[in-house]
């Protein structure tokens, strides 16, 4: 069956892989935090694994920058896929130090979307498989499916209430590490090479300047989010409206689902206005509703205005997605992708703690507001490097 702009196939076990993945990463980063606590561990202690789990994982897109050209991008998926399955199993152990480990190596979310390994694996492989013309669609779909199996994932929560339910989870979990084998074996004949199939080990020079100045404004870009993470934002809805978490979780679902919508009109808008205006300027906008957010004490009025950031916030993913593998040298789209996803982990890591202490301090606005000032900044910066690919769409 022919699909209009689909090269190869392999993007729809792509697709479906990221749609497994993401629904677990939704549900087990709600879970994994009250599951640590039921475990008897701290919220310290709890707060100070998924920091390791976030840096683990940033250490594996590193690994997966210097190694992942050629035949070793298939290696290093079967490698993590592994890694899932040992992680279901360790949670699934109850074994104190077991858990530590489970936790840490199974790449799982802090925030219920993608910032591990396969993320940037697939988003190299994604212009290889479909049309150039196409490619920001597919991107755009792909990212749909990680932000709509993640709002399922975290609906999902409502169904755990016990023991059993925990464990029930893990195993699905280490079972899902086990299918993502089976499907990378099927296709590893497509995950090999890079995208002119050469086993090309030497990154052009051009690359690795733009890589190391985009890396450090992503991560500038991720410590600005770390301040508004969902569960940060749970937090303050909680101190500011004394908002149950029933509700923040229908708050927060809604808006994940107007996500979706947003990046399923993003092509169109990309392809009028182009890849970097719309990844800026949407950007730029979400960040003005965000800061905007401090000046009221209504509660609908704010979830308004969240409603509307979202509706813009995540418009700049697959635009930023697209127009890199654009302009970067095809043979160097996987490394691009795992360096500049590599740091945003680790920059994102040192943020939350610090909202969750303002907040704390009844500093309610600050979080918000350094969020959006940071991000307008790197919006702009973005678009003084590299406006003369404005027209690129």
Same mark, same amino acid.
């Not at 709890?46 to 050629?70: D, E, H, K, V, Y």
């Given at each position: 069956? *022919?699909? *209009?702009?689909?090269?190869?196939?392999?993007?729809?076990?792509?697709?479906?892989?990221?749609?497994?993945?993401?629904?677990?990463?939704?549900?087990?980063?709600?879970?994994?935090? /009250?599951?640590?606590?039921?475990?008897?561990?701290?919220?310290?202690? +709890?707060?100070?694994?998924? @920091?390791?789990?976030?840096?683990?994982?940033?250490?594996?897109?590193?690994?997966?920058?210097?190694?992942?050209?050629?035949?070793?991008?298939?290696?290093?998926?079967?490698?993590?896929?592994?890694?899932?399955?040992?992680?279901?199993?360790?949670?699934?152990?109850?074994?104190?130090?077991?858990?530590?480990?489970?936790?840490?190596?199974?790449?799982?979310?802090?925030?219920?979307?993608?910032?591990?390994?396969?993320?940037?694996?697939?988003?190299?492989?994604? #212009?290889?498989?479909?049309?150039?013309?196409?490619? @920001?669609?597919?991107?755009?779909?792909? /990212?749909?499916?990680?932000?709509?199996?993640?709002?399922?994932?975290?609906?999902?929560?409502?169904?755990?209430? /016990?023991?059993?339910?925990?464990?029930?989870?893990?195993?699905?979990?280490?079972?899902?590490?086990?299918?993502?084998?089976?499907?990378?074996?099927?296709?590893?004949?497509?995950?090999?090479?890079?995208?002119?199939?050469?086993?090309?080990?030497? $990154?052009?020079?051009?690359?690795?300047? =733009?890589?190391?100045?985009?890396?450090?404004?992503?991560?500038?870009?991720?410590?600005?989010?770390?301040? =508004?993470?969902?569960?940060?934002?749970?937090?303050?809805?909680?101190?500011?409206?004394?908002?149950?978490?029933?509700?923040?979780?229908?708050?927060?679902?809604?808006?994940?689902?107007?996500?979706?919508?947003?990046?399923?009109?993003? #092509?169109?808008?990309? *392809?009028?206005?182009?890849?970097?205006?719309?990844?800026?300027?949407?950007?730029?906008?979400?960040?003005?509703?965000?800061?905007? =957010?401090?000046?009221?004490?209504?509660?609908?009025?704010?979830?308004?205005?969240?409603?509307?950031?979202?509706?813009?916030?995540?418009?700049?993913?697959?635009?930023?997605?697209?127009?890199?593998?654009?302009?970067?040298?095809?043979?160097?789209?996987?490394?691009?992708?795992?360096?500049?996803?590599? #740091?945003?982990?680790? +920059?994102?890591?040192?943020?939350?703690?610090?909202?969750?202490?303002?907040?704390?301090?009844?500093?309610? +606005?600050? #979080?918000?507001?350094?969020?959006?000032?940071?991000?307008? $900044?790197?919006?702009? @910066?973005?678009?003084?490097?590299?406006?003369?690919?404005?027209?690129?769409?």
């Amino acid at each position: 069956m *022919k699909i *209009k702009g689909v090269i190869d196939h392999s993007i729809f076990f792509i697709m479906t892989l990221k749609a497994i993945r993401v629904f677990m990463f939704g549900l087990l980063s709600i879970i994994l935090p /009250n599951f640590l606590l039921y475990s008897g561990f701290s919220s310290l202690d +709890a707060g100070l694994i998924i @920091t390791a789990s976030i840096i683990s994982s940033s250490m594996m897109n590193i690994l997966t920058g210097l190694f992942a050209r050629g035949k070793n991008a298939y290696n290093l998926m079967m490698i993590f896929s592994i890694f899932i399955v040992i992680s279901g199993m360790s949670l699934f152990s109850f074994n104190r130090y077991l858990v530590i480990f489970g936790s840490i190596i199974g790449m799982i979310s802090a925030t219920g979307t993608e910032t591990g390994p396969f993320g940037s694996l697939e988003q190299a492989l994604i #212009p290889k498989f479909v049309k150039g013309e196409y490619t @920001t669609f597919y991107y755009s779909i792909y /990212n749909i499916i990680g932000y709509l199996f993640s709002v399922l994932g975290n609906y999902s929560v409502y169904f755990t209430g /016990n023991l059993s339910a925990f464990r029930f989870y893990f195993i699905i979990y280490s079972l899902s590490g086990l299918f993502f084998i089976i499907i990378y074996t099927m296709i590893k004949n497509n995950l090999y090479y890079d995208a002119d199939g050469k086993l090309n080990r030497t $990154v052009n020079e051009e690359t690795k300047r =733009i890589a190391l100045y985009t890396g450090i404004l992503f991560s500038i870009d991720s410590f600005a989010g770390g301040f =508004i993470i969902q569960s940060i934002l749970a937090l303050w809805l909680k101190h500011f409206f004394d908002v149950d978490m029933n509700l923040q979780g229908i708050i927060l679902g809604t808006g994940g689902l107007i996500t979706v919508i947003s990046l399923y009109i993003t #092509p169109g808008i990309a *392809k009028r206005f182009g890849l970097l205006n719309t990844m800026v300027f949407s950007h730029i906008l979400s960040n003005i509703f965000l800061i905007s =957010i401090t000046f009221l004490n209504s509660l609908y009025s704010v979830i308004l205005l969240l409603y509307l950031r979202q509706a813009f916030s995540q418009m700049d993913v697959p635009t930023r997605q697209s127009f890199f593998m654009k302009i970067i040298d095809k043979n160097d789209r996987t490394y691009f992708s795992s360096f500049t996803n590599m #740091p945003r982990g680790f +920059a994102q890591a040192g943020s939350p703690w610090i909202a969750g202490l303002l907040i704390s301090m009844n500093l309610l +606005a600050a #979080p918000f507001i350094i969020s959006g000032s940071l991000k307008i $900044v790197y919006d702009l @910066t973005i678009f003084s490097i590299f406006k003369n690919y404005r027209n690129i769409k």
